[in-house]
């Protein structure tokens, strides 16, 4: 938590402000949208977990909580050294999707209820920042990536960290996929029925290799579709679709 102020509406602090926007490179269209907008936001009252989430709307706007909390938009954090205990500090940050104005966010200290003040930056990282062909953000790791459409969407995914992301050149915003949806229809593609392997997700990443780019392809086209996250109009069909036309080819249909 930045400092103890909880009154709203109230305009972020400078530091909020700063390392929201560490999260927001400015040389990105699809993030420097969420910096203006934020920009002329205020913080409007904490959120559903405590008082470290806090929500951003107009002024005279009190936070909506008809609707659940939106997707991630922006993930990361910030390392510091603390000058009065050898132990490094980290701050992770984390940005929702704005919903009907209001934008979500928590930054939070694992080590203290406070940020402290008396403390250096000594490294950061996030998954805005990341490109096409660049490792994995924390640690560098491989990072798989199966192109959707060629130059305008590409589905990655970073074994290390277990995390997948949809980049989207156009905006370059990188689109958190929450693992437990996307592992659910994988199984489904690829007609997997074994219980053991259904309920241990995070069999995607340790078998990674396993999985083909057109089991991957289809796999976030039928996520896409029931999630309806992205207005992506495919040029593709799924395998599934290919052979159902294929048999209809060999199938003469007569009129009664």
């Keep these: 938590m930045i400092g103890n102020e909880n009154k709203f509406p109230r305009k972020l602090a400078d530091r909020e402000k700063d390392l929201l926007f560490s999260i927001l490179p400015e040389k990105k269209p699809g993030y420097k949208k969420y910096?203006?907008?934020?920009?002329?936001?205020?913080?409007?009252?904490t959120g559903r977990f405590g008082e470290t989430n806090l929500?951003?709307?107009?002024?005279?706007e009190k936070p909506d909580f008809s609707y659940s909390s939106t997707p991630v938009f922006a993930l990361g954090a910030i390392i510091?050294?603390?000058r009065d205990i050898p132990e490094e500090s980290v701050v992770d940050v984390i940005i929702h999707e704005e919903n009907d104005n209001q934008i979500e966010f928590d930054i939070s200290c694992k080590e203290d209820a406070t940020i402290p003040e008396a403390s250096y930056e000594i490294n950061r990282w996030n998954f805005s920042e990341w490109i096409p062909g660049d490792r994995a953000p924390v640690d560098k790791s491989f990072v798989r990536e199966v192109i959707l459409i060629p130059g305008k969407y590409i589905v990655a995914i970073a074994p290390s960290l277990y995390k997948i992301w949809l980049h989207e050149f156009e905006s370059g915003v990188n689109h958190l996929i929450p693992l437990t949806n996307f592992y659910n229809y994988l199984m489904i593609v690829t007609n997997i029925r074994d219980p053991?392997?259904?309920?241990?997700?995070k069999l995607l990443f340790e078998n990674l290799s396993d999985y083909?780019?057109?089991d991957l392809i289809a796999t976030f086209i039928l996520y896409n579709k029931y999630f309806k996250r992205f207005l992506i109009d495919f040029p593709i069909q799924t395998e599934r679709e290919k052979e159902k036309k294929s048999r209809?080819?060999?199938i003469k249909f007569f009129k009664r």
């Excluded at 929500?55 to 005279?60: E, F, H, K, Y």
């Design 212 to 214: 083909t780019d057109k």
């Design 35 to 45: 910096r203006d907008k934020i920009d002329g936001l205020f913080v409007i009252g």
């Design 80 to 82: 510091y050294s603390r």
């Design 196 to 201: 053991k392997k259904i309920l241990k997700q």
């Design 55 to 60: 929500i951003l709307g107009n002024q005279n």
């Design 248 to 250: 209809l080819k060999g």
